[in-house]
Nanobody, 126 residues
Framework: QVQLVESGGGLVQAGDSLRLSCAAS????????MGWFRQAPGKEREFVAA?????????FHSDSVKGRFTISRDNAKNTVYLQMNTLKPEDTAVYYC??????????????????WGRGTQVTVSS
């Protein structure tokens, strides 16, 4: 069982930056691939970014955030980060951290993940 706790959300202005953190419980953090998803009011949950297992995981970012957001992980701290730069009002959403352990997954779909955090609100004003 893995517990995930997100932090770092808040209210910012367009163009600002935020860094989200997701702290995971357990001693096998490096064996999980990790992802960030977001859900805006009235919309479905959408993929934002993912990072594969290991020390230097491969990263994947959605087209809507590519070049602005960066996912990273620190296995020594059992933490995954999402650095968000040049934020836009359309980035407003609840951001969820997720962990998965299966093989042969795309890492870009919610069904690929086994554990989820409760989310942190990010609001970007124009």
């Amino acid at each position: 069982q893995v517990q995930l706790v997100e932090s770092g959300g808040g209210l910012v202005q367009a163009g600002d930056s935020l860094r989200l953190s997701c702290a995971a419980s357990g001693r096998t953090f490096s064996s999980y691939y990790m992802g960030w998803f977001r859900q805006a009011p009235g919309k479905e949950r959408e993929f934002v970014a993912a990072i594969s297992r290991g020390t230097y995981g491969s990263t994947f970012h959605s087209d809507s955030v590519k070049g602005r957001f960066t996912i990273s992980r620190d296995n020594a701290k059992n933490t995954v980060y999402l650095q968000m730069n040049t934020l836009k009002p359309e980035d407003t959403a609840v951001y969820y951290c997720a962990a998965g352990f299966s093989y042969g997954r795309t890492l870009t779909q919610a069904k690929d993940y086994n554990y989820w955090g409760r989310g942190t609100q990010v609001t970007v004003s124009s």
